[in-house]
């Protein structure tokens, strides 16, 4: 894994950690259950675009 050396808050609560090739190697939520109260935190799923 390349360790970020940089990181961009993306929307409020929402940090993405970015390599020296500027690709994002790490995200952050911030307050995960407050943004989704109905969230199962046990079984996470993945959703990408």
């Given amino acids: 894994m390349t360790p970020p ?5 993306a929307e ?4 993405l950690d ?3 090739t500027n ?3 790490g995200l952050e939520m911030l307050y995960l259950s ?3 109260p109905n969230l ?3 079984t996470p ?5």
């Fill in 5 to 9: 050396i940089e990181s961009e808050e």
């Fill in 12 to 15: 409020p609560g929402v940090v």
């Fill in 18 to 20: 970015y390599n020296e």
């Fill in 23 to 25: 690709q994002v190697v």
């Fill in 34 to 36: 407050k943004r989704s």
């Fill in 40 to 42: 199962n935190l046990a």
């Fill in 45 to 49: 799923e993945l959703i990408t675009a």
